[in-house]
Each structure stands twice: as structure tokens, then as C-alpha cells.
């Protein structure tokens, strides 16, 4: 198998598309609290990926690799006030009845949630560029992910406002943009058999840190 291929077969097996809890919400039996737990603990996810994405920053050195990334921050923080994934994250709580007090609060937030997103931003803070961008790559199989939901939105949880779904709408997008851009990177890095490996490895710990938040999430709502 190539590079590419081992790559894309990693996500394929584990990504968290295949976890029950997603299978759930898809199927439509997720109850209104146990959809509005996902949306309050994932929170803590978004709020986290601008961070990650500095300490990845902080890792390029060339300036045209630093422009490719620079973006993800903005996409998220937005250019100004009221705009950005965070702003989106926020309003799509709001339409399932939450307040931003409570969002970014942070209480709520389950202990297996947070050691996750804390070991994601660790991997990136302390790991390789290359170990650090290859952990995104899950981000190859995340449009197709949404696309899924959006749909599983306006069909089985109407009570939730649509325009509350916009986060996701916007994400297919630079979603399919960013695992783009950096899986070119990936594979012009991983030259050696033990790069390779390294970025296997960050690729596979970052479907368990997806994996592992749902299986808290799901926990905490039984
Ligand atoms: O809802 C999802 O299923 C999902 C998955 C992922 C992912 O695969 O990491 C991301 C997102 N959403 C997302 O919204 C997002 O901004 C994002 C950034 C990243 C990353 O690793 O840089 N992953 C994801």
C-alpha cells in the first residue's frame, strides 16, 4: 500500500463516524439533552483548535507554509467580533437552548472530554510539525461526516433552529480545504520509514481523542 493510502486507511477504521453515539444521532434517537451534552462538551473541542493551530504555527518555518495554516485561526476567531466557528459553535448551542454563559463556562464539561482535547493540544504542542499536521488529517473525512448530519439535523431534531447548522454548512468547506492543504505537506515530510510511522501513529491518536470524547459524552448522558 503507499503512503497515501495507509494514511487515508487509518481514518477509515476508526474515525468517530463509526461510533455509536454518532450512529444514534444520525439515526435520530439522540434525546434533546443528550444532543445539547454533545454540543456543550464539543464546545470544548472548538474553543481548543485555534490554540492547537498556534502552537502549529509556531512549528512552520517558511513563510509560505505559515500563510497556508494562518487562516485556521481566523476561521475559527473569526476576522472581528461576532464572526468565526467560534461565534457558529455558539449560536448552534443557542438554537438547541443553551446560553453562551453556559458554553463557555465550561461546566458541564466532562473529565474525559477534557483530557482528549488536553492530549490533541499536547500532541501538538510537544510533537513534531509533521506529527502535529498529521493528526489534522482527519479532517480528509469530517465534510462527508457533516453532510451526514446536517441532514440527520433537519430531519430528526427540528426543534433545533437551521440556522444553528450554518457551523457545519461553513465547514464542509474549509473542511475539505484544510485536509487538502495538509496532506500534500504530510507526504512531502514523511520520507523515512520512521516519519512515516510517527505520522501514522499522530493519525491514529487523534481518531482516539475523537473517539474517546464521544464514549465520555455518551457516558455522562446515561
Ligand atoms: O464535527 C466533527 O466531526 C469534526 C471533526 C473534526 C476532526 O476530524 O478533527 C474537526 C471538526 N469537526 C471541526 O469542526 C474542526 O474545526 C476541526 C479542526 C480540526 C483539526 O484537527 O484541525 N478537526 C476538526
Known sequence: ???????????????????????RMHAGTLSKEELRGWILN??????????KDALILAKLDR???????????TDHDGGVEGEGGIERWLR?????????????SGEGVVPGVRLAVDGYVNLCRHGTALEAVAASLTELFAPDLMRVRIAAFERHYPWIDPEGLRYFRVRVEQGARDGGQALPL?????????????????????????????????????
Open 186 to 222: 504530510v507526504l512531502s515530510w514523511a520520507r523515512t520509514p520512521d516519519q512515516r510511522r510517527a505520522a501514522l501513529d499522530a493519525l491514529a491518536y487523534k481518531c482516539q481523542v475523537l473517539w474517546t470524547m464521544l464514549d465520555a459524552i455518551e457516558e455522562a448522558c446515561r
Open 92 to 104: 448552534l448551542g443557542e438554537a438547541a437552548g443553551l446560553t453562551r454563559d453556559e458554553l463557555w
Open 42 to 51: 464539543r464546545f470544548h473541542y472548538q474553543r481548543h483548535i485555534p490554540i
Open 1 to 23: 500500500m503507499d503512503f497515501e493510502a495507509e494514511l487515508r486507511a487509518v481514518p477509515e477504521r476508526r474515525y468517530h463516524h463509526l461510533h455509536p453515539f454518532n450512529r
Open 63 to 73: 513563510p509560505e507554509r505559515r500563510r497556508m495554516w494562518i487562516h485556521r485561526i
